[in-house]
């Protein structure tokens, strides 16, 4: 990661700050080549098995950690995908475009100081998150619930844009909230005029992700704010309600949310289902973290 240069809070201010800030960070962290080259062959009808193994292995880092990732129990494949070509052939495109992405983007913020944030419970929620989306979106049979995954995951990249160019922001947005009782995200709004969620939106935007990653990033404290994606945005809100009230990680502040009871309704899971769905959640994330992090 390149060397950072930390913005003064008034200079982020106001949507001219939110814009200044995605210009600031995407010096910063950006998805790699080999991920739009990927994309490029991936909608080529001329592209073969063996010229996007040859993609990947362009990129060896990238490719040992994306097999780290194929082979945990989150994936749960009946085999041990132990080569590129394996993994081309028995995940899937579509897979294997969502574990590029994933590798990409938790490589792209390593180099965060512990003192800003802790990366481990960061991912140990935001996988939590992504998982229980999920798995919420398949109990309820909703329609593309596989793809709930990745915003999910990716819900608060914002607040890691926030660590990066705004590190006094934190420990101000802290002290108010002791002093007023208000969320984050409230407070966020308050002196930003905008939150992490439009932060974390802009910048997968930046990068040209679709609009069913960035949308539901976007409107996650906010599900009926959602325009065609709002059954993911719910999910994704649901569960990162009950991640944080049973403390399955953090993003960098603890604190309760209150559940929209709408989105609960539009989802249609009930309380029991909703406990149960997010233990095994729990119970899934671990494995999943420690593929994230090594190296």
Known sequence: MASVNPLEISTAQGLHGLETLIAEVDKLVSLPDIYYRLEEAIVDPGSTTGKIAELLRSDPDLCARMLRMANSVFYSFPTTIETVERA??????????????????????????????????????SVAVGIMAQSLGKQARIANADSFYIPGLLHDIGRLVMYLKLPGLTHQLLLEREATACSIFQLERNLLGYSHTEVGARLLESWKLPQSIWEPVATHHNPAGAAEFANAACAIHIADCWVNTNRAGSTGSCYLLEMDQDALRLVGIDIAELHQIGLEAAGQTQEVVRQFLAH
């Open 88 to 125: 081309v052939s028995v995940i899937g495109l579509r897979q294997i475009r969502e574990l590029v992405l994933v590798t990409s983007v938790v490589r792209a913020f390593e180099g965060i100081p512990d003192e800003l944030v802790n990366m481990s419970t960061f991912w140990e929620h």
